[in-house]
């Protein structure tokens, strides 16, 4: 398994360009299974998952080929399976998000149920509810989740019991082909939601309301091909900015969207961030140690948690005692053991980390547990005062365009390790 080799003390300087968002692109390929034309997508960012989802919608019958740097095609006039395959589940969560497009499509679906995870148990109960009261028929037999309806699915008023991304996903796409009006109330409101209805709205469905909890979307007999952009990535670009702020550079991200980062911004500006911004584009400037910030959780519009490790990392090596409590996933602290042996003061109660500054980390051979456990590791890689090695980063390649190039570029010593 490759890791990165990090050696510390660099203010991290200079431009990087965010790569489109894993968490919109996923939905938005897996729509394609919605039409029976061709859809192009642009800014598809180049990472494992999204391979991962080439070779599932492939598995179902689609054709995919990329046809530019970052632009993918995808026909899935040529769908002719309805199984997603465990193997393939195992490896990406989000492969859940068949579910809805196979079943509006065809009447039958077969998904693994996706298990457990690092971070949490992760039920899909909420996506089973909502297709069920749209009339599916569903069961799980043998590990998968086999759902049946016979002729269209019936539009509903489906109230999603938490605010769970991927289930209004999975419900927005099924109700985008569903016969008459499909209301989802106490939806996500994720930008990610926004990016999936404009790109479902532009295959010809009737999706409204997307940003506020409430959906509603008035169902179509046929989508079809369009071309599509997909948004830049928030996490990525959050992810740069406090690289930038825990090494007290000065970092301009480009190609992103302010507007997406808005409590990450107001975070990074309490602890001490000079931030300014243009429609694409923010630029952090830190010209002091960090002060500790308290953090908390919640769906958007508030603390996104996939920015939580990272925000910890800045924690433990600020100016002061800071506390970060995590409201939506129960077991996504697994990156603070690993802090600790770099030297970071902070021990946890339930579901919040107490941390106290220390002055800096020293290097250490650290473990990386989950995807943004894994960017939390790396920033903490660039302020140790010796060298530090991450393992197991097959995580990070899940979520991170080239990495550690645009963490180069911004002056990092950080090499990959290739696996023998
Ligand atoms: C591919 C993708 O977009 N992943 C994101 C998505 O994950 P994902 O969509 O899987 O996360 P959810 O929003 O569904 O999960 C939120 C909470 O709801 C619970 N829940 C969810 C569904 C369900 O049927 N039952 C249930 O109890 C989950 O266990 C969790 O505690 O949103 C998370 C929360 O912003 C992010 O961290 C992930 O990066
Ligand atoms: C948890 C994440 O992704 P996934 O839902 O794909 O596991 C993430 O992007 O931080």
Redesign the pocket.
């Given at each position: 398994m490759d890791a990165f080799k990090i050696t510390g003390g660099t203010a991290l300087k200079g431009e990087v360009t965010i790569s489109g968002a894993?968490?919109a692109a996923?939905?938005i390929l897996m729509s394609a299974l919605l039409s029976k034309t061709p859809i192009t997508f642009s800014n598809v960012p180049k990472l494992n998952d999204i391979e991962t989802t080439i070779k599932l919608l492939s598995q179902l019958g689609a054709k995919a080929h990329w046809s530019g740097d970052n632009e993918l095609v995808i026909d899935a006039s040529t769908l002719d399976h309805c199984r997603a395959s465990y193997e393939l589940v195992k490896t990406m969560?989000?492969s859940i998000l068949v579910l809805g497009p196979l079943l509006a499509r065809f009447g039958h679906a077969e998904v693994s149920l996706p298990g457990g995870c690092a971070i949490?148990?992760?039920?899909?109960?909420?996506?089973i509810h909502g297709l069920k009261l749209m009339g599916a028929d569903i069961d799980v037999e043998n590990g998968y989740i086999i759902a049946r309806n016979n002729g269209r699915l019936q539009g509903a008023t489906i109230f999603m019991d938490?605010?769970?991304?991927?289930?209004t996903e999975n419900l927005m796409m099924a109700a985008a082909l569903a016969e008459g009006i499909t209301t989802i109330e106490n939806a996500?409101r994720?930008p990610?939601i926004v990016d999936l209805a404009k790109c479902l709205n532009a295959m010809g469905a009737k999706v409204s309301g997307a940003g506020s909890d409430t959906l509603t979307i008035e169902g179509v007999a046929e989508l079809s091909g369009t071309q599509y952009r997909v948004m830049p990535d928030r996490i990525e670009t959050g992810t740069f900015l406090v690289a930038a702020a825990v090494t007290q550079g000065k970092v301009k991200c480009v190609n992103t969207d302010p507007k997406a980062l808005e409590a990450v911004i107001s975070k990074l500006q309490e602890a001490g961030a000079e931030i300014t911004t243009g429609v694409d584009w923010i630029e952090l400037t830190m010209n002091q140690r960090p002060k500790a910030v308290n953090i908390r959780t919640a769906?958007h519009p508030a603390f996104?948690?996939?920015m939580q490790a990272q925000f910890v990392t800045m924690n433990v090596i600020a100016e002061g005692t800071a506390t970060t409590t995590e409201t939506?996933?129960?077991n996504r602290f697994m990156h603070v053991p690993e802090l600790q042996r770099m030297g970071a003061d902070i021990s946890l109660e339930g579901n919040t980390a107490i941390s106290c500054g220390v002055a800096s980390l020293n290097g250490a051979q650290v473990m990386a547990t989950d995807l943004r456990a894994s960017a939390s590791l790396v920033i903490a890689g660039l302020v140790a005062t010796s060298e530090t090695q991450v393992d197991r980063i097959y995580h990070i390649d899940r979520g991170y365009q080239n990495i550690e190039d645009k963490l180069q570029a911004l002056g990092a010593n950080i090499t990959r390790i290739k696996a023998s």
């Open positions: 894993k968490n996923l939905p969560r989000a949490g148990a992760r039920p899909v109960n909420l996506h938490t605010v769970s991304v991927t289930g996500a994720e990610e769906p996104p948690t996939d939506i996933f129960e």
